[in-house]
């Protein structure tokens, strides 16, 4: 048996069984726990290593799977990474039956999943662009149920997720040039030049980001959050794998700025946006923008902290981003709407769901003692030694982002007089919402939690992390 068959090809077979239940819950639970079982796999079993079972049997997991002629190979410094994709995973896979998606999002994303964690694997590595337009295209029917016209959002997106493949294949052509003459500047400019673009469609740079707060309108912010989570983080891995191999492009020296400058514009923009927002929707949607400047700006710091702070703000900004598209779509299945006029005084009676709205939102915005201060304060200090008008423009981003989060909070309490407290929602979203909470909380007061599982991860980067 091999890693590829286990976390790439199962995944897909399991993708199909799980069409077969009719309950939600059901499939939901199925989803989740194969996920698991997943990552728990990758945490114990050693890859390309003999195991010895008894005194005669011996087991091994080879690490490299053939197919149509192309190699795909799972290394054992790969297996933390397969323990955060997949263990993340089965959280967002829990959670879907409470956001009333089960049904569809479970076996599409676990294929999705499954397909990414193919990208990564690929030799040569280029076929990862082609995979991850692959899981482009799986994605529409999640994000545009059945007899519903795809809106502007949807088509935005496959639009510009498919702008990107031509210029990261072409880029990838030219590569094999400037191996053979590193000297020629105009191909290292060219391929730097073509590599930049593919990459700021499919992380959405500014100003590319236009489908995200569309798209959330448009589709349940469950579906829409999963997506934001999975491609962004699978991009950041393949953009790792660009660097980790080529040493010409990490010694760039323009690298890290322009790493730093694109990550200080999508958190100025994506947080001053966010601070004039009367949609609860667009307002997420504009927190994964910052997000995604916060990895960027990570980064442009791996010359300093290697790859430590990019995996320290992973899990926080997942699990942030998971309870907040939860409490989003049960707002949404029960209220119809997430515009402020409609949601005015709603947390007297759905006040866990609003808690762990609020909580995620805040997060997002550094809040201290909540899961993503940590690592954001540390990329804050980094960008503080090198620049001061960075730092002051990531602090205006922030600033924006706490102000969101602030008239969120304003709108939900203005209730009347005669209103009463109660609790709404059903006692698996509460529940939900409410682990979601307390982990935020745990996070935050105690980030070196996640240091077994961070230590390792940036080894499957030889050069970048190694």
Not at 45 to 56: E, H
Not at 153 to 172: C, N, V
Not at 268 to 288: E, S
């Amino acid at each position: 048996m091999s890693a590829p068959f286990i976390w790439i090809i199962l995944p897909i077979i399991l993708a199909i069984l799980l069409w077969i239940p009719r309950r939600a819950n059901i499939t939901a639970f199925l989803g989740g726990l194969s996920a698991l079982f997943l990552a728990a796999l990758a945490w114990l079993l050693p890859i390309d290593t003999a195991l010895r079972l008894s005194a005669t049997v011996s087991f091994k997991l080879s690490a490299s799977l053939e197919i149509l002629g192309r190699q795909i190979s799972i290394s054992s410094e790969e297996g933390p990474l397969l323990v955060l994709i997949y263990g993340i995973a089965s959280l967002w896979f829990f959670g879907s039956s409470a956001a009333g998606i089960a049904r569809r999002l479970v076996p599409i994303g676990m294929a999705i999943t499954a397909l990414f964690v193919a990208s990564l694997a690929v030799e040569p590595f280029l076929y990862a662009a082609l995979i991850i337009q692959t899981a482009t295209l799986i994605a529409v029917p999640l994000l545009s149920p059945p007899k519903q016209k795809p809106g502007r959002g949807i088509i935005r997106f496959l639009i510009y997720q498919t702008l990107a493949m031509p210029f990261i294949l072409f880029a990838g052509w030219l590569l094999a040039g400037v191996e053979s003459s590193p000297g020629d500047i105009e191909l290292v400019v060219q391929s730097a030049t073509l590599l930049a673009l593919g990459f700021s469609f499919l992380l959405a740079i500014f100003p590319l980001y236009t489908w995200i707060p569309l798209i959330i309108e448009e589709a349940t912010p469950y579906a829409v959050g999963f997506i934001l989570w999975l491609l962004p983080s699978a991009t950041f891995l393949f953009m790792l794998s660009f660097l980790d191999r080529y040493a010409w492009l990490r010694e760039f020296p323009q690298l890290p700025m322009a790493l730093r400058a694109a990550g200080l514009l999508m958190i100025t923009t994506g947080g001053i946006w966010a601070a004039f927002q009367r949609h609860l929707g667009r307002m997420m949607g504009y927190a994964t923008i910052v997000n995604t400047g916060f990895l960027l700006l990570s980064l442009s710091l791996f010359r300093d902290y290697q790859l430590s702070a990019f995996f320290l703000l992973l899990t926080p900004q997942a699990l942030g981003l998971a309870v907040w598209a939860l409490a989003l779509s049960v707002l949404k299945l029960r209220e119809g709407s997430l515009e402020f006029s409609d949601i005015q005084g709603t947390i007297q009676r759905y006040p866990i769901v609003f808690t762990g709205l609020l909580l995620a939102h805040f997060s997002a915005a550094a809040l201290p003692l909540l899961a993503s201060f940590p690592p954001i304060l540390a990329v804050w200090e980094g960008i503080a030694r090198q620049t001061l008008v960075g730092a002051l423009w990531l602090g205006a981003g922030l600033a924006g982002l706490f102000t969101g989060a602030i008239r969120t909070l304003a709108v939900s309490v203005m209730a009347s007089e005669k209103s009463f407290w109660e609790i709404n929602g059903s006692w698996l979203q509460n529940t939900l919402i409410g682990i979601g909470v307390l982990f935020i909380l745990i996070l935050g007061v105690f980030p070196q939690l996640l240091h077994p599982l961070l230590v390792n991860l940036p080894l499957a980067f030889e050069h970048l992390g190694g």
